[in-house]
């Protein structure tokens, strides 16, 4: 069992930065890829990055590459996020997953298996 815990999101403005954590609880942190998704109000659940077991290969959505840093510590059992230029349309609950392997083979919510409850990112000024 694995148990997945999102901190970090608030309120920004955009241009903004934030950095979300998630905390992984079990030994097996460091055996599979981990993901970042968001869902937007009336929206469904969308891909924004991923990272493989040992942070050796990196995947974003074309609409966040290049503001989005996605890392990981598997000493600490945590991934994270590095949110900058942040705009009106990142405004998401953002969620972090497990992959079911230790390389990011699919970018599709069905290729994840255990879940956070998510953080709440508003971007506006």
């Known amino acids: 069992q694995v148990q997945l815990v999102e901190s970090g999101g608030g309120l920004v403005q955009p241009g903004g930065s934030l950095r979300l954590s998630c905390a992984a609880s079990?030994?097996?942190?460091?055996?599979?890829?981990m993901g970042w998704f968001r869902q937007a109000p009336g929206k469904e659940r969308e891909f924004v990055a991923a990272v493989s077991w040992d942070a050796g290969t990196t995947y974003y959505a074309d609409n966040v590459k290049g503001r989005f840093t996605i890392s990981r510590d598997n000493a600490k059992n945590t991934v994270y996020l590095q949110m900058n230029s942040l705009k009106p349309e990142d405004t998401a609950v953002y969620y972090c997953?497990?992959?079911?392997?230790?390389?990011?083979?699919?970018?599709?919510?069905?290729?994840?298996?255990?879940w956070g409850q998510g953080t709440q990112v508003t971007v506006s000024s």
């Open positions: 079990g030994r097996t942190f460091s055996s599979y890829a």
């Open positions: 997953a497990k992959h079911i392997h230790r390389v990011v083979v699919t970018t599709i919510a069905a290729g994840y298996d255990y």
